[in-house]
């Protein structure tokens, strides 16, 4: 099974708005479809996704869906907003069979599930990747984790692999103009 985590992309802190509504910034608008390119590109595109009900992770999704092949199974879920790593990790332990599973969110959530969630790295690369997640989970940063489970309520802390970790900045305008 594989398990998307994304932090939404950067928000604007200039408007004068409680926290849950504020929205993406001119940045964010930009990154957010750059990275669902990069995703597809890589097959990595969700069957379903477990969204925060926060205003810049919805319109994180909203740039990122036209920017896939099919469409997701979405659900909105109050609670993942803000949420800590175990909150995060219940929803997706009570998520449905779909796979891979997206789940977009915030900071600290999202890193810390990340750095909780993966097996001691095995070769140079797996460590290489978990030492850049590790050192910053930039907005629109997304890891990859593969788990050798049946059902998303078996996985447990150290048991996925970091298959693939990202950031905006590793993205190349080339490749992205290719999509």
């Known amino acids: 099974m594989r398990l998307l985590l994304l932090r939404h992309a950067k ?11 504020r929205p993406l910034s001119q940045r964010g608008k930009k990154t957010a479809p750059r990275m669902a ?12 996704v477990l969204c925060s009900s926060a205003r810049r992770t919805r319109q994180t999704l909203e740039l990122m869906l036209p920017k896939w092949r099919s469409k997701p199974k979405v659900r909105y879920e109050r ?18 069979a779909a796979s891979p599973l997206l789940l977009l969110g915030h900071n600290p959530g ?3 599930l ?22 910053k989970f930039p907005t629109a940063a ?15 802390p150290g048991q996925g692999k970091l298959v693939d970790y990202v950031r905006p900045k590793d993205l190349s305008v080339a490749a992205d103009q290719a999509q």
């Open 11 to 21: 928000s604007d802190w200039g408007k004068e708005t409680e926290d849950h509504e």
């Open 37 to 48: 390119a990069h995703m597809r590109a890589k097959g990595y595109e969700p069957a379903q």
């Open 79 to 96: 609670a993942l907003y803000l949420a800590d790593w175990p909150r995060l990790l219940s929803a997706v332990r009570n998520g449905k």
């Open 110 to 112: 999202i890193e810390q």
């Open 114 to 135: 990340a750095i909780a969630l993966a097996l001691q790295p095995k070769s140079a690369a797996e460590r290489a990747r978990a030492e850049r997640m590790a050192l």
């Open 142 to 156: 997304l890891a990859v984790l593969d788990f050798d489970a049946a059902t998303w309520r078996t996985i447990k």
